[in-house]
Nanobody, 119 residues
Framework: QVQLVESGGGLVQAGGSLRLSCAASGNSFSINTMDWYRQAPGDQRELVASITRDGITNYGDSVKGRFAISRDNAKNTAYLQMNSLKPEDTAVYSC?????????????WGQGTQVTVSS
């Protein structure tokens, strides 16, 4: 079984930065795409950023130019560097990984980490 654990959330003032981490653990698996999603109270979940195993990235329009996703395949870990944070970035941020294990492919989600940006 594969698990994802996020870390790095917290409270920051507008204009500040945070770095989130998402680490995958388990046995006999590989990871294709890794994504960061976020969901604020009353809002739909939205894709923040994604990265393929080869490092191809994609960003939501609201974070382009401010956030950067990266990954370390050797550590099965993805990162989300968030700069120039705004109050509207406040949300629970969750990591999702496209897992391949034996003959199966499936998504695994982390538990989420709260990011709060004060004005």
């Amino acid at each position: 079984q594969v698990q994802l654990v996020e870390s790095g959330g917290g409270l920051v003032q507008a204009g500040g930065s945070l770095r989130l981490s998402c680490a995958a653990s388990g046995n006999s698996f590989s990871i294709n795409t890794m994504d960061w999603y976020r969901q604020a109270p009353g809002d739909q979940r939205e894709l923040v950023a994604s990265i393929t195993r080869d490092g191809i990235t994609n960003y939501g329009d609201s974070v382009k130019g401010r956030f950067a996703i990266s990954r370390d395949n050797a550590k099965n870990t993805a990162y989300l560097q968030m700069n120039s944070l705004k109050p509207e970035d406040t949300a629970v941020y969750s990591c999702r990984a496209d897992i391949r294990r034996f003959l199966h492919t499936y998504y695994v989600w982390g538990q989420g980490t709260q990011v709060t940006v004060s004005s």
